[in-house]
């Protein structure tokens, strides 16, 4: 995995590319997936790196792209939320409970 991809949309179509397919979302205090049908707990997954990204014409456009993974049950995707002002707090609170890499630039 690489330390930067480029854009967000470069980002994206390189951790497909890694591996990192699924589009997770956070629903109720679980992560899903709608392509799989499958919901999780947080402490099922693990952040495995962290791009953070803030548009080039408004500051208040910022967002971070976790590539996420559950070794337990074999699956990578990524993760979306906003933050600064962006930031969706449930989502923050999600995020908190998953385990990080060393590496994962937090």
Do not use: W
């Not at 967000?8 to 956070?26: A, H, Q």
């Not at 559950?70 to 908190?96: E, H, Q, R, W």
């Amino acid at each position: 995995m690489k330390e930067s991809y480029g854009t967000f949309s470069e980002t994206i179509n390189g951790l497909i590319k890694d591996g990192y397919s699924l589009d997770f979302n956070i629903r109720k205090e679980r992560i899903t997936c709608h392509q799989t049908n499958i919901e999780l707990s947080p402490e099922d997954f693990e952040i495995d790196k962290v791009y953070r990204f803030e548009g080039a014409s408004n500051p208040d456009d910022q967002s971070v792209l976790y590539a996420i993974s559950s070794p337990k049950f074999g699956i990578k995707g990524m993760l979306v939320n906003g933050y600064g002002i962006s930031a969706d707090a449930a989502t923050d609170a999600i995020i908190a409970r998953l385990k990080t890499h060393p590496e994962a630039n937090l």
